[in-house]
């Protein structure tokens, strides 16, 4: 039975690594993907591409659907696979330490006068869950965006006080941890949010497009928020920046441009609400502490 099972298998060879590089480079260098992918994205996963691949199972071997044709990809045997959590994988790693690095960043541009507005502002936040969710599963997407920005928030926090202590040396500095545990739960609520709305991103359909319209909005009506402080110039600079990071990672033909440039405009309003509610929130909690 093994034999004729082994006879009515394809005989074409499986892809080496190489050629599994050249398959799925789209018009991005091959080490690109060899250094990002495992990282922000989950196996067979390729959405951020211009054309949508995946890997199937099919007899006994996994194939990855390319240009209509199934080719067959090499991979472990599954005797000898190591088995891969539901929950956590050494991948999702990258988007802590990505949290972490941007609660840094937060942090030293909290004391920095000409880096300040950008430590009052999401934008930095936005980007990395743009970063880490863009492209993967619903539940791969949640995950990283819930670890990173977790990080993301006691790494500024934590951050703060440690840059307190050597900008003012002697000087008492505690982190509040009141408001640390409430940016921890919006962080877990976001996260959520966001792993089950911008995993889409990098997609051709409508929910793709609608999900980058809806970043693009949001850090526009973070603009706007942030109107009337100082140093507007460079938040506007730092959010011209994000808009394009988003745009490289979502759209994927001038008319998809066109169409989240368009959803764009009224999701602003939502996305206004939804900058302006952790604020909000924290003044009400304040305000009942005293």
């Known amino acids: 039975m093994p ?6 298998r394809t005989t074409t060879p499986p892809l080496t690594l190489v050629q599994l590089a050249d398959a799925t480079s789209c018009d991005r260098p091959r080490h690109v993907h060899f250094l990002i992918m495992p ?18 199972e099919n007899a006994g071997h996994r194939y990855m659907h390319y240009l209509g044709v199934n080719v067959p990809v090499e991979t472990e045997d599954d005797a ?6 539901d929950y956590f994988r050494a991948s999702d790693l990258g988007a802590i330490l990505a949290g972490v690095a941007s609660g840094a960043a937060g942090a030293y541009a909290y004391y920095s006068d000409v880096l300040r507005p950008l430590a009052h502002s999401f934008t930095i936040w936005i980007v990395l869950v743009v970063a880490v969710t863009a492209g993967a599963s619903r539940r791969r997407a949640a995950i990283r965006a819930v670890g990173a920005l977790i990080a993301a928030v006691l790494a500024f926090y934590w951050g703060k006080a440690l840059v307190y202590g050597i900008k003012y040396a002697g000087m008492p500095y505690q982190a509040d941890v009141s408001t640390t545990m409430l940016w921890c739960a919006l962080a877990v609520a976001g996260g959520l949010l966001a792993g089950f709305l911008l995993s889409a991103i990098g997609r051709t359909d409508t929910r793709g497009t609608v999900a980058t319209a809806a970043i693009v909005g949001l850090l526009a ?8 402080r100082s140093g507007i110039g460079v938040l506007l600079l730092a959010t011209a920046v994000a808009i394009g990071f988003v ?20 999701l602003g309003g ?8 952790p604020d909000i929130i924290e003044e009400v909690l304040i305000r009942l502490e005293h």
Do not use: H, N
């Open 270 to 277: 939502l996305g206004f609400m939804v900058v302006s509610a």
């Open 221 to 228: 009506a973070d603009v706007v928020r942030q109107s009337g």
């Open 3 to 8: 034999e004729q099972a082994a006879k009515g």
């Open 247 to 266: 745009g490289y990672r979502g759209i994927r033909s001038v008319r998809q441009g066109i169409q989240v440039a368009a959803y764009a405009i009224p």
């Open 80 to 85: 000898t696979r190591t088995p891969r959590s």
């Open 39 to 56: 990282v922000f994205f989950p196996r067979g996963d390729y959405g951020w591409c211009p054309t949508r691949r995946s890997v199937q």
